[in-house]
């Protein structure tokens, strides 16, 4: 399984973008598809996180400004970021979660100017 991350970039405080993550490699359904994200000096932490049914689960700094789904297309996902703010800045992972394996993309750059 090979993840494609794009839509990263600069914006400005109270911004917005929006992160799309396509999964290739697989014709079948991945379970649950979310995204991650690291900061300089610190862990990578769970964004959000969605599952096939449609279940989602979010990290408590984006809730209410953050959402996530599934593209149209099997085994996409989407990150809508609003209200961005500096602390949001950081490299932004979309990770494919199976039974067995677990699948990371390369990583996109999200900086939030104040």
């Known amino acids: 399984v090979q993840l494609v991350e794009s839509g990263g970039g600069l914006v400005q405080a109270g911004g917005s973008l929006r992160l799309s993550c396509a999964a290739s490699?697989?014709?079948?359904?991945?379970?649950?598809m979310g995204w991650y994200r690291q900061a300089p000096g610190k862990q990578r932490e769970l964004v959000a996180a969605i599952t096939s049914g449609g279940s989602t689960n979010y990290a408590d700094s984006v809730k209410g400004r953050f959402t996530i789904s599934r593209g149209n297309f099997k085994n996409t996902v989407l990150l809508q970021m609003n209200s961005l703010k500096s602390e949001d800045t950081a490299v932004y992972y979309c990770?494919?979660?199976?039974?067995?394996?677990?699948?990371w993309g390369q990583g996109t750059q999200v900086t939030v100017s104040s």
């Open positions: 490699g697989t014709i079948f359904p991945i379970p649950t």
């Open positions: 990770k494919a979660e199976r039974v067995r394996n677990n699948y």
